[in-house]
């Protein structure tokens, strides 16, 4: 059974620091893609930075500069920093894996304020 748990959300001011962690299980970890999304209330979901099985980075223009993202194979996590946080930062993070087959884990809230 696949098992995607995020952690680490929560409440912060704009400006401050968040450190989002992902713990899979049920897949063979470091075959697969590693991508975080998030989903803002009345929005769709969009990509937020993934990290591939090689550990090649990309991310959304909107974080770029700000957030990193990075993995561990040994552990099987999959972390996201998330450093000058902006109000519009604020949503549902998820975390999701891909190797021929896409899940999900369940979502982490994070709200920043003004």
């Known amino acids: 059974q696949v098992q995607l748990v995020e952690s680490g959300g929560g409440l912060v001011q704009a400006g401050g620091s968040l450190r989002l962690s992902c713990a899979a299980s049920?897949?063979?970890?470091?075959?697969?893609?590693m991508t975080w999304y998030r989903q803002a209330p009345g929005n769709q979901r969009e990509l937020v930075a993934s990290?591939?099985?090689?550990?090649?980075?990309s991310y959304a223009d909107s974080v770029k500069g700000r957030f990193t993202i990075s993995r561990d194979n040994a552990k099987n996590t999959v972390d996201l920093l998330m450093n000058s946080l902006k109000p519009e930062d604020t949503g549902v993070y998820y975390c999701?894996?891909?190797?021929?087959?896409?899940?999900w884990g369940q979502g982490t809230q994070v709200t920043v304020s003004s």
């Open positions: 999701s894996s891909m190797y021929q087959f896409r899940f």
């Open positions: 049920g897949i063979i970890f470091n075959i697969n893609a």
């Open positions: 990290i591939s099985s090689s550990g090649r980075t």
